[in-house]
């Protein structure tokens, strides 16, 4: 498909320095202090560009230089049954995942999908270099989604006890490779070996939170709930882990307020936390920038505890100019809380009222949601936009036979640097 590549440049949050992007940048050029570096596009009053595929519809605002196939768009409705059972009067919930009949057709059922065709869409056509994503399971699924049917060189970096999430509907092809990190272990684990990987000639590091294709791949989904509602919503409701996804929410209001045609709203972002893994609640309600001391050990055995497993990054950008503190700050928002059975709870509830399985992630916004209303900590005529982020995984895979990734190498969780090096250089 013919394309003519998105015009931006880059800038710093912490110094609104600008510069170009010189194809893979991921830092602000000679600066030494935390920070996010952001795009700016050319078109700053977004046009949904109907006649581009999938998630494409949003090009205008998103920095990638091609078309890749097979992608498709969040969706947003107005919920009617789940709202009246909790009072609310203008309840939007936007969904990525499979649900065809809404017109849903994210095939590894994840919200992940819109990084993975963003980031994998920013790199050059040409690129050789061997891709290196970290994970926790639903991004390694849609990276290993994208880069297999657009034969990407890719390397996943995954903890073994997730590997019950690299499920796919057909064989991979062999550009992508899976290495794991020893049970027991976690997703900081597996983003230490890709760190390991990535300074290896020829490897080119995804870069997580500081890609602007991934924040800006998944600010998608607030653009979808705006276009469909027509205003900028009052109220954004997700669960995080990394809080990459309310980062990009919160990058997208900006984007729409700058546009103008949305409103004037900052849209008030209630992110919430799996318990007992909570290390940005816990600094969140001190007020902390910088995360609370914590033993590596008791986090691991916390992840171990929680449902959703994705919501396990003990290293976040919570603290950086631009991140996670910052977007709750000016938002005037709040990191909330969700135990397991609240979770559990809210997944039957949106079963029994929308009609379709989500995943723990959602249950863990959605729970959050439910307590919000309950206690009436939110306007019931406000606009609400519940981000559920993964769902219909159940339904997707009742009539289809599941292939599964496995590992290539599994390593110790401290590895020798060296032999992971060598052992990597062996499979590509």
């Known amino acids: 498909m013919s394309f003519e590549p998105t015009k931006y440049f880059l800038q710093s949050v912490a110094t609104g320095h600008t510069f170009p992007d010189t194809g893979w940048t991921l830092d602000a050029p000679g600066e030494t202090s935390p920070t996010l570096v952001r795009a700016i596009y050319e078109n700053r009053r977004i046009t949904v560009r109907e006649e581009l595929p999938g998630i494409y519809k949003f090009a205008d605002w998103l920095p ?14 107005k919920s009617k049954k789940l709202a009246a059972s909790l009072g609310l009067n203008n309840l939007w919930i936007t969904f990525s995942g499979y649900w065809p009949e809404k017109g849903a057709q994210m095939t590894t059922c994840s919200f992940k999908e819109t990084e993975a065709f963003s980031v994998c869409a920013r790199l050059q056509p040409e690129n050789k270099k061997v891709l290196v994503v970290a994970s926790a399971g639903n991004t390694a699924r849609a990276f290993a989604k994208v880069c297999s049917a657009n034969h990407i060189p890719l390397l996943l970096c995954v903890p073994e006890d997730n590997l019950d999430a690299l499920w796919f509907e057909e064989p991979l092809n062999e550009c992508v490779v899976l290495i794991c990190s020893e049970k027991g272990s976690d997703y900081f684990d597996a983003i230490h070996l890709s760190g390991i990987a990535s300074a290896i000639e020829g490897f080119i590091t995804e870069g997580g939170a500081k890609n602007v294709a991934r924040r800006d ?11 469909a509602i027509g205003q900028i919503p009052d109220y954004y409701f997700q669960a995080v882990g990394s809080g990459t996804g ?34 940005m609640y816990d600094a969140w309600k001190v007020k902390s920038r910088n995360l609370l001391p914590f033993d590596d050990r008791e986090a691991r055995l916390q992840v171990e505890a929680i449902d959703a497993k994705v919501l396990s990054n003990r290293k976040p950008p919570y603290p950086p100019a631009g991140g996670l503190f910052d977007a709750l700050s000016d938002s005037g928002g709040d990191l909330l809380i969700v135990t397991n059975n609240q979770a559990r709870e809210a997944a039957r509830l949106f079963l029994d009222t929308e009609g379709t399985d989500i995943h723990p992630a959602a249950a863990v916004a959605t729970a959050s949601l439910i307590e919000a209303a309950r206690n009436k900590t939110i306007d019931p005529d406000a606009v609400i936009m519940l981000n559920i982020t993964g769902g219909g995984e159940e339904r997707f895979k009742s009539d289809k036979t599941l292939y599964y990734l496995k590992p290539s190498v599994i390593f110790p969780i401290n590895p020798d640097a060296e032999e992971v090096k060598k052992a990597i250089g062996k499979l590509f």
């Open 246 to 279: 309310a980062i990009a929410a919160r990058e997208a209001n900006l984007r729409l307020l700058y546009d103008g045609r949305f409103g004037s709203i900052k849209m008030k972002l209630l992110v919430s936390q799996n318990a007992p893994f909570q290390p």
């Open 217 to 227: 791949g998944m600010g998608t989904t607030v653009l979808s709930a705006a276009t």
């Open 64 to 77: 990638i230089c091609r078309i890749l196939e097979g992608s498709s768009a969040p969706v947003t409705y």
